[in-house]
């Protein structure tokens, strides 16, 4: 089985886009040229290991990028004992408990005590995240599942584009983790499993890579829930002043009902009637506000349904060389079962090659498969932003409206109240303007 951690970052579509990486249980890092030819800022080791830490020394001082963490990531920062085994890279701070089963010849040679720290306080040590893709990997024995815990609880969960993890298929230590533990905690921080390999099949190395564009959906997702709470809120607003209208209409009504209505009465109606017009004044100007946010919401969700629009168009092009990837790999597949009956004297060698290119061809299907509904989802809610658009604009007519309705009753008023005998004829305080639109930006 290949190695994820040399097969990934081997990429040269990824030379220069490596920022830092983290790397716990380093033990000798036969990564260390891989992750140099990266060109990664800043590379961090952390091992406990005296024998390992003697061999990573020497060349930690030739770097200046390379870091050396001397201790093991556990609960707190203190001593623990690591359990010293003759097989260097399985040992641990936790005794084994499955590993005899795989490996009869297994023994403890020691239990040194050893620094630890915990995982915030090594990730407080890395440098600031920049525009690089930030790299972590976890090969640190019995304590995979609680590593990965930790890094989920801090703010540095979703900083690492890619972790590689080397785990057991099943428990091998005390209360260690285990591959499908891992894959289930990474899942769903937003991680997608990209790769697995290693050279020993009951302890796999698993690539994980961050997918960033669903994060990015769900965002979206929310911001569209909070701008439907905000709809909701100016319907209710809207209801609230076509009670107020009613009430100053009924009292209106009233007043005119009124013929001998003392000038005591007189005062106190004309006293409601100017508190109505100024709560309905007020009103006014609330749902003016509420109308020109909605605007800017509708704004926003038009820019929004344009990155959208984008975003397809990027699938589309990716789809398109996916599809041109798999007829190119078809192809080379058809050549080399055609090939591969000339070449019997060479079958081991064929045949190891043939195999790769048709786990290739797969990997690529898949891939394409994976961007079909990709693709399928981006429509789906593309055309949910648009008619949430429509939603939006329809009700922004329907608001418009009503503030013209408004504005009619409030010049329909009496100029004058009803005369009583005796008591001087009042004028009715002018109705106030109605509030006038405002003009939108760009328009004369």
Known sequence: MSDPIHQKLSDPALRGQIGTI????AGHCAELPTYLGTGAGQIHLVEPAPEALA???????????????????????????LHLYNLADLSSLRPATGLADLFPGLRLIGTPDVATRPLEAILEALPGAGPGQDVLAIDAPGEEASIVQALLTTDAARR????????????????GGTVDQVTALLVAAGYVVSATGGDDPDRPCLAFQLDRRTLELEAAHRDLAARDASLTTTAKERDDLKAALEQARAQTEAAKATQTTTAKERDDLKAALEQARAQTEAKAEQLELARAALETQTRDSTATAGQMSEKIATLEAQLAARIAERNTLASEKEAVAKDRDAQASRAKDSEAASIRQEQNLTRALR???VAQADLRDLQGRFAELNRQKQQQTDLLRKLTARLQEAAQYLHGLPQTLPTV???PQIKAPEPAPPPRKKRKAGKA
């Open 160 to 175: 690492f584009s890619w972790v590689f993890v080397t785990v057991g298929v099943r428990p091998l230590y005390r209360d």
């Open 55 to 81: 061999v990573l020394e020497p060349q930690a001082a030739q770097s200046p990028r390379i870091t050396l963490h001397p201790c093991a990531v556990g609960d707190a920062a203190g001593t623990a004992p």
């Open 367 to 369: 891939l394409h498969e």
């Open 421 to 423: 005998a005796g008591v």
């Open 22 to 25: 983290l790397h716990i249980g």
